[in-house]
């Protein structure tokens, strides 16, 4: 074990405090007890991940967003509950059971819309007996969450805890309320475009952000041995988060058939999230003070920081696009496209990547092979979703003034984004690249083919005296 | 923060401060619409659905045509949408009262609701570059060819076709077949095309003749400037 096993603690708690060794064989146990399931929440995600990325050219990837993202996000979320709870996961083959049974409904939902069986509803695409399996998986795999909550030692609940309780609870609540709308009781005509939009919304916010944002609290502190810059600070984060960001929704019906109070309600919501926004970045900035050289040769810290600075642009760009004299323009074009793209892959994805840095080589024993391959994979993710975004973007935006302006013909704007489309290409090629290598050097740990040393890959050999004992 | 009673309290509040705003209360406010008429108690909008629109509304769910198209008109003072003569008014909730799934999502293309000009143009920038390109329903598309009928059934003429057959192929690897360039659709076109009839790649098939419906009978304008074309052509759509 090294200097990175710093325990998160409260502020008034010096953060460098001594270790003990009884911690370290306590962290030592509750991590082989995680072993099993979250390597197989990983290396499903990682196939779905593979799968997705040759089916598509990675277009679609929210078509198969449950695959990936929930996979990947279960996995980090449910060990870092582990580590946090100080608890070890009890009997983890149940949980081994939970994420076959989910991979399964999975499955079954993709070959459900492959044989023509997709509902007709955004992101809510899996037919209802695929539904039912991922809600049945899911409820085992959110009990043994609460139940590791439940055995926590110690009173203080770390902010990492509140957003994955929050992500744990508030995704069941969703889909059940999403699904009884519009499959069990449906709502009646557009009102299941709008409970469609909420779920799809919330979706990206309440669960797949939650889990980004708790993941980031655990790793930037963890990695750089020094405790959260403000508690206060995480605290109005965090309920400003639940309370604005889940009122969101319909900010993608502008000018839809809606009462325009709901369209309005969500667009002050948007805007309001810039005070999550700026509390969380403005969070990790300061306890990144003084410590963002120790980017260039943490893994996990520069996929974390990433994400991180991407959800402080995610957001901006979220507020720029649901007032109502720029969604004229980019609604319906390639823009919201973009927006989607940056939430699911430059914040979320990209933390994830960074939290499998540093959690694999505690399940398995070995640190990663390549310091090469871990830089190649982090320029390929930032270069690929990067220009992704700016063409999307860019060509989104060209779109929509052609689309506003009814004396060009409608196929003049899809004329238009074609080049940047191309581009667009490119980077999935960039992505694909990303996505083999790091399934590649996952292989190899998995295999038990990673390096034996004490000390963590580094991205660059460490110069400077001192830098070491923080990384 | 300690103790684990607010924290839970405070998630499982903000969720159903969020679930009744933005779904329960909208719900009682147009979740319970009824179609108008006029005093006899005649000329019902909008009319219930014939069976063969159920039927077309899958074939579009199903190939995820939904990725492309909002099935919404937008207001005249928020968007194009009027003046590209893609509606005569905005939509309103009761348009989609029998509409089940309600097909409207984050579209990049033109509303599919009051009828779209289906010229050429339309047709190639519709298969070359909202799909081909960019469109997430690659991946739903379950079957190649039932789209690349579709869109036989939409647009006719030999430049098209050939357009589409290109794109088709490029479906064909998810799809089981296609049509397009079989000796047999090829000798067939050369006979439709020396008796100088339009000439179609594909075949009418009943889905593709669902979806027609479907999305016909949202609107009689639709039905106006698309039927004529069909008969035209051979074919006819019993709506």
């Known amino acids: ?61 929210k078509l198969h967003s449950p695959d990936w993202f ?10 870092l509950m582990a580590r946090l709870c100080r608890t070890v996961l009890r009997h983890p083959l149940l949980l081994v059971a939970g994420a076959g049974f989910w991979n399964f409904g999975v499955l079954l939902g993709v070959g459900g819309i492959l044989m023509g069986d997709s509902t007709g509803y955004q992101w809510l695409e899996f037919p209802p007996y695929a539904a039912i399996v991922l809600f049945v998986a899911y409820s085992l795999i959110i009990s043994w969450a609460v139940l590791m909550f439940r055995f926590r030692r110690g009173d203080q609940i770390y902010i990492t805890q509140w957003y994955l309780l929050g992500a744990f609870l508030w995704f069941p609540w969703l889909y059940a309320a999403a699904q009884l709308m ?17 779920f799809a919304n919330n979706l990206l916010f309440l669960w797949f952000g939650a889990i980004g944002l708790g993941t980031a609290y655990y790793m930037i502190p963890k990695v750089i ?10 605290t109005i984060g965090f309920w400003t988060y639940a309370l604005f960001s889940s009122w969101t929704g319909m900010q993608r019906l502008v000018d839809g058939p809606f009462p325009a109070w709901m369209i309005t309600a969500s667009i002050a919501a948007t805007i309001l999230t810039i005070i999550p926004v700026a509390t969380v970045g403005l969070n990790h900035h300061m306890t990144m003070q003084g410590y963002f050289p120790l980017m260039r040769y943490s893994p996990t810290l520069r996929f974390t920081v990433f994400g991180a600075i991407s959800y402080t642009v995610f957001s901006a760009l979220g507020v ?11 609604n319906f074009t390639q823009a919201s496209i973009a927006y989607s793209h940056l939430g699911l892959y430059a914040f979320f994805t990209m933390v994830i990547f960074g939290s499998m840095y540093y959690i694999v080589p505690r399940l398995v024993g070995r640190e990663w092979r390549y310091a090469s391959l871990i830089k190649l994979h982090f320029w390929a993710s930032v270069y690929g979703i990067g ?9 989104g935006f060209l779109q929509g003034a052609n689309m506003d302006n ?24 960039l992505l694909t690249v990303s996505h ?13 083919l990673g390096r034996t040393s004490s000390v963590p890959t580094f991205l660059n050999p460490v110069e400077t005296e001192g830098s070491e004992a923080h990384i | 923060m300690k103790g684990l009673i607010p924290l839970v309290l405070g998630i499982f509040g903000t969720f159903t401060f969020s679930w009744v705003g933005l779904t329960v209360i909208p719900n009682l406010q147009i979740g319970h619409l009824d179609p108008q008429m006029d005093e006899e108690g005649t000329d019902v909008y909008p009319a219930p659905k014939s069976g063969m629109t159920e039927r077309g509304r899958h074939v579009y769910a199903a190939n995820g045509c939904i990725y492309c198209h909002s099935q919404q008109v937008r207001a005249d003072y928020a968007a194009s949408d009027i003046d590209r003569k893609w509606g005569e008014r905005r939509s309103a909730p009761r348009d989609y009262l029998f509409d089940r799934p309600v097909l409207e999502r984050e579209s990049r293309g033109p509303s599919r609701r009051n009828g779209i000009s289906c010229s050429g143009k339309v047709a190639r920038s519709f298969t070359r570059k909202s799909i081909c390109f960019s469109c997430a329903c690659r991946f739903a598309f379950s079957k190649a060819s039932e789209f690349s009928r579709c869109i036989d059934i939409f647009c006719s003429g030999g430049r098209i076709a050939g357009r589409i057959t290109a794109c088709a192929i490029s479906f064909a690897r998810w799809g089981r077949s296609t049509c397009g360039r079989s000796a047999k659709c090829e000798s067939w076109r050369r006979v439709r095309k020396s008796r100088g009839e339009p000439v179609w790649r594909g075949i009418k098939t009943r889905r593709a003749t669902a979806i027609f419906s479907g999305l016909a009978s949202s609107t009689s304008l639709f039905a106006a400037q698309h039927l004529n074309r069909f008969e035209h052509a051979g074919l006819s759509l019993s709506l």
């Open chain 1, 70 to 79: 929930s996979n990947a996000g279960m996995g980090t979320a449910i060990w």
């Open chain 1, 182 to 198: 519009l499959f069990v009781v449906p709502v009646q005509g557009v009102m299941q475009a709008a409970v469609g939009w909420w």
């Open chain 1, 387 to 395: 220009l992704m975004i700016l063409m999307l973007l860019a060509g």
């Open chain 1, 406 to 429: 009814p004396s060009l013909a409608f196929s003049e704007s899809t004329q238009t984004i074609l080049p940047y489309l191309r581009g667009r290409s490119l980077s999935g090629i």
């Open chain 1, 436 to 448: 083999f290598v790091f399934a590649f050097h996952f292989g190899l740990m998995l295999f038990g």
């Open chain 1, 320 to 330: 720029l696009i649901s007032l109502r004299s720029v969604a004229r323009y980019v």
């Open chain 1, 1 to 61: 074990m090294d200097a990175t096993e710093i325990p998160l603690k409260a502020p008034s708690i010096p953060a460098d405090a001594p270790t003990s060794d009884v911690e370290q064989i306590e962290r030592a146990l509750i991590d082989a007890s995680t072993r099993v399931p979250v390597l197989m929440f990983y290396t499903s995600a990682i196939v779905w991940l593979l799968l997705g990325t040759l089916l598509a050219g990675f277009v679609s990837f």
């Open chain 1, 225 to 234: 041995g020094r405790p959260v810059y403000s508690y206060h600070l995480a």
